[in-house]
């Protein structure tokens, strides 16, 4: 198959593709249709447009070596996505000399009717907040509360997605989206 005609695969075909190939070429398809949202997402997470451009090509790197996990659950996109989050916090964790605080991993049962869609919906304070502050907040926050208000707030990714996307029931993450608003918006507060 020519390079040209490959461009015009679906992502979940260029995926399968590669996967029974192992072909570069065909990988370099993906590199450029996600090669700058995943750059931008690392940019997020990275203190340089350098440190960046290193984080997204580990990204890559990595991607290629474990795209054969893909298994076609969701879009190919929101798994990229998810995989450039988790490879960022854990990037972010292992080399942050100034740790706020260290959370410790609790299971999230709650039943769904314990957190209403209109406490997950009042956004009213995130959206006040100004922006140089904001992303100072950001930074203090424990990265794993950080990627998932990035992925709501910034991705614009519905509950539904994130839950795909972090493979965690619903109730999970309506809990875990509440907690990292919270600690935002304490962070946010003591800043000011």
Known sequence: MKTTDAT??????????????????????????????VYNKCYGFSKSKEEAQDLAH???VQLFVKI????GKS???????????N??????????????EKNTVVKDEIRDEDINDDQLDDDTSLFTMKSDLLAKALEIIDPADKMILLMKYQDDMSVKDIQEALDIGQSATKMRLKRAKEKVIKAYNELT
């Not at 054969?68 to 298994?71: A, P, Q, T």
């Not at 879009?75 to 989050?85: C, E, I, N, Q, V």
């Not at 490879?87 to 706020?100: E, M």
Request: charged letters at 25%; one cysteine or more; proline letters at 0%.
């Open 87 to 100: 490879f960022c916090v854990n990037y972010v964790q292992r080399n942050s000399a100034k740790k706020q």
């Open 68 to 71: 054969r996990m893909f298994k």
């Open 75 to 85: 879009k190919f996109s929101t798994w990229l996505y998810s995989f450039t989050y």
């Open 58 to 60: 580990d990204v890559f």
């Open 8 to 37: 015009k695969l679906s992502d979940e075909e260029l995926v399968q593709r590669i996967v029974q190939k192992n072909d570069t070429h065909l990988f370099a398809i993906l590199y450029d249709r996600y090669g700058r949202v």
